[in-house]
Protein backbone atom coordinates (compact mmCIF):
# COMPACT_ATOMS: atom_id res chain seq x y z
CA UNK A 1 0.00 0.00 0.00
CA UNK A 2 1.22 3.17 -1.09
CA UNK A 3 2.11 5.49 1.96
CA UNK A 4 3.95 8.82 3.55
CA UNK A 5 6.12 8.94 6.43
CA UNK A 6 7.41 11.96 7.66
CA UNK A 7 11.43 12.13 7.80
CA UNK A 8 14.01 14.44 9.58
CA UNK A 9 17.89 14.32 8.37
CA UNK A 10 18.71 15.69 11.79
CA UNK A 11 21.42 18.39 12.76
CA UNK A 12 24.18 15.79 13.22
CA UNK A 13 24.08 14.90 9.70
CA UNK A 14 23.62 18.86 8.45
CA UNK A 15 26.72 19.90 9.96
CA UNK A 16 28.59 16.36 9.25
CA UNK A 17 28.02 17.41 4.92
CA UNK A 18 25.17 14.30 4.49
CA UNK A 19 22.49 15.30 3.51
CA UNK A 20 22.99 14.01 0.01
CA UNK A 21 24.34 10.97 1.33
CA UNK A 22 21.24 9.79 3.05
CA UNK A 23 18.64 11.49 0.67
CA UNK A 24 20.72 9.43 -1.67
CA UNK A 25 19.74 6.06 -0.04
CA UNK A 26 16.27 6.91 -0.13
CA UNK A 27 15.85 7.81 -3.84
CA UNK A 28 17.67 4.36 -5.00
CA UNK A 29 15.60 2.86 -2.81
CA UNK A 30 12.76 4.17 -4.89
CA UNK A 31 10.92 6.49 -2.43
CA UNK A 32 9.43 9.51 -3.79
CA UNK A 33 10.01 13.36 -2.12
CA UNK A 34 6.71 14.84 -2.06
CA UNK A 35 8.05 17.71 0.38
CA UNK A 36 10.97 18.76 1.57
CA UNK A 37 12.69 21.96 3.77
CA UNK A 38 15.52 22.76 5.60
CA UNK A 39 14.44 24.80 8.63
CA UNK A 40 15.87 25.23 12.38
CA UNK A 41 13.68 24.48 15.22
CA UNK A 42 12.55 25.89 18.54
CA UNK A 43 11.98 23.97 21.77
CA UNK A 44 8.25 24.13 21.35
CA UNK A 45 8.72 22.46 17.64
CA UNK A 46 10.95 19.99 19.16
CA UNK A 47 8.10 18.97 22.06
CA UNK A 48 5.08 18.85 19.35
CA UNK A 49 7.61 16.19 17.65
CA UNK A 50 9.14 14.68 19.97
CA UNK A 51 5.81 14.91 22.49
CA UNK A 52 6.08 11.05 23.63
CA UNK A 53 9.13 11.54 24.99
CA UNK A 54 8.72 14.89 26.82
CA UNK A 55 8.90 13.38 30.06
CA UNK A 56 11.37 11.18 29.47
CA UNK A 57 14.98 11.58 30.93
CA UNK A 58 16.89 11.53 27.73
CA UNK A 59 14.43 14.36 26.22
CA UNK A 60 16.44 17.36 26.87
CA UNK A 61 19.45 16.40 25.64
CA UNK A 62 17.63 15.38 22.87
CA UNK A 63 15.80 19.01 22.64
CA UNK A 64 19.29 20.31 22.64
CA UNK A 65 20.06 18.40 20.01
CA UNK A 66 16.79 18.83 17.02
CA UNK A 67 17.41 22.35 17.87
CA UNK A 68 21.20 22.68 18.29
CA UNK A 69 21.14 23.54 14.01
CA UNK A 70 19.11 23.50 10.36
CA UNK A 71 17.68 20.26 9.93
CA UNK A 72 15.94 18.64 6.82
CA UNK A 73 12.07 17.80 6.88
CA UNK A 74 10.76 15.60 4.15
CA UNK A 75 7.81 13.71 3.17
CA UNK A 76 8.60 10.32 1.48
CA UNK A 77 6.06 8.48 -0.46
CA UNK A 78 5.99 4.63 -1.82
CA UNK A 79 4.88 1.17 -0.81
CA UNK A 80 5.12 0.23 2.72
CA UNK A 81 7.51 4.06 2.75
CA UNK A 82 7.15 3.94 6.84
CA UNK A 83 8.59 0.56 7.66
CA UNK A 84 10.83 0.94 4.78
CA UNK A 85 12.28 4.08 5.97
CA UNK A 86 12.32 2.74 9.45
CA UNK A 87 14.43 -0.46 7.83
CA UNK A 88 17.20 1.81 5.79
CA UNK A 89 17.45 4.21 8.99
CA UNK A 90 18.42 0.95 11.37
CA UNK A 91 18.48 0.60 14.84
CA UNK A 92 18.30 3.72 16.99
CA UNK A 93 21.18 3.42 18.78
CA UNK A 94 23.91 3.88 15.87
CA UNK A 95 26.67 1.61 17.69
CA UNK A 96 24.17 -1.10 17.59
CA UNK A 97 22.18 -0.61 14.43
CA UNK A 98 22.79 -3.06 11.45
CA UNK A 99 26.02 -2.40 8.82
CA UNK A 100 24.13 -1.64 5.29
CA UNK A 101 22.00 0.84 7.33
CA UNK A 102 22.00 4.24 7.48
CA UNK A 103 22.35 4.68 11.20
CA UNK A 104 24.73 1.47 11.36
CA UNK A 105 27.24 2.89 8.41
CA UNK A 106 27.12 6.41 9.69
CA UNK A 107 26.41 7.02 13.22
CA UNK A 108 28.14 5.84 16.53
CA UNK A 109 25.53 7.34 18.95
CA UNK A 110 22.16 6.74 20.82
CA UNK A 111 21.34 10.52 19.90
CA UNK A 112 23.08 11.88 17.12
CA UNK A 113 21.70 9.25 14.89
CA UNK A 114 21.54 11.60 12.00
CA UNK A 115 17.83 10.36 11.08
CA UNK A 116 14.17 10.31 12.12
CA UNK A 117 11.29 8.16 10.19
CA UNK A 118 7.58 7.79 11.82
CA UNK A 119 7.06 4.93 13.59
CA UNK A 120 3.49 3.73 12.48
CA UNK A 121 0.57 4.80 10.04
CA UNK A 122 -0.76 7.34 13.07
CA UNK A 123 2.30 9.23 13.94
CA UNK A 124 2.89 10.00 9.77
CA UNK A 125 -0.36 11.45 9.84
CA UNK A 126 0.53 13.22 12.88
CA UNK A 127 3.96 14.52 12.26
CA UNK A 128 2.87 15.30 8.08
CA UNK A 129 0.63 17.53 9.77
CA UNK A 130 2.75 19.16 12.42
CA UNK A 131 5.55 19.71 9.58
CA UNK A 132 4.02 20.64 6.41
CA UNK A 133 0.62 21.83 7.05
CA UNK A 134 0.04 23.08 3.64
CA UNK A 135 0.30 19.65 2.34
P1 LIG B 1 13.28 8.61 15.72
O1 LIG B 1 11.97 8.80 16.50
O2 LIG B 1 14.18 9.81 15.79
O3 LIG B 1 13.04 8.09 14.34
O4 LIG B 1 14.11 7.45 16.42
P2 LIG B 1 13.61 6.08 16.98
O5 LIG B 1 12.13 5.92 16.71
O6 LIG B 1 14.54 5.04 16.47
O7 LIG B 1 13.87 6.27 18.51
P3 LIG B 1 12.93 6.87 19.67
O8 LIG B 1 12.84 5.86 20.77
O9 LIG B 1 11.66 7.42 19.11
O10 LIG B 1 13.82 8.07 20.22
C1 LIG B 1 13.80 9.32 19.59
C2 LIG B 1 15.19 9.88 19.51
O11 LIG B 1 15.64 10.21 20.81
C3 LIG B 1 17.04 10.01 20.89
N1 LIG B 1 17.28 9.05 21.97
N2 LIG B 1 18.16 9.24 22.91
N3 LIG B 1 18.63 6.97 25.71
C4 LIG B 1 18.91 8.01 24.92
O12 LIG B 1 19.79 8.79 25.15
C5 LIG B 1 18.08 8.19 23.72
N4 LIG B 1 17.16 7.34 23.30
C6 LIG B 1 16.64 7.89 22.18
C7 LIG B 1 17.52 9.53 19.54
O13 LIG B 1 17.91 10.67 18.77
C8 LIG B 1 16.26 8.91 18.99
O14 LIG B 1 16.30 8.86 17.57
MG1 LIG C 1 10.71 7.39 17.27
Known amino acids: MTQRTLVLIKPDAVRRGLVGEVL ?7 LSIVAMEHR ?3 AGQADAHYHEHVEKDFYPPLRDF ?15 AIEVVRAI ?6 RK ?4 TIRGDLSLSNRENLVHGSDSPESA ?7 FPNL
Do not use: H, M
Request: overall charge negative.
Open 24 to 30: SRFEAKG
Open 40 to 42: TID
Open 97 to 100: AAPG
Open 125 to 131: EREIALW
Open 66 to 80: VTSGPLVALVLEGDE
Open 89 to 94: NGATDG
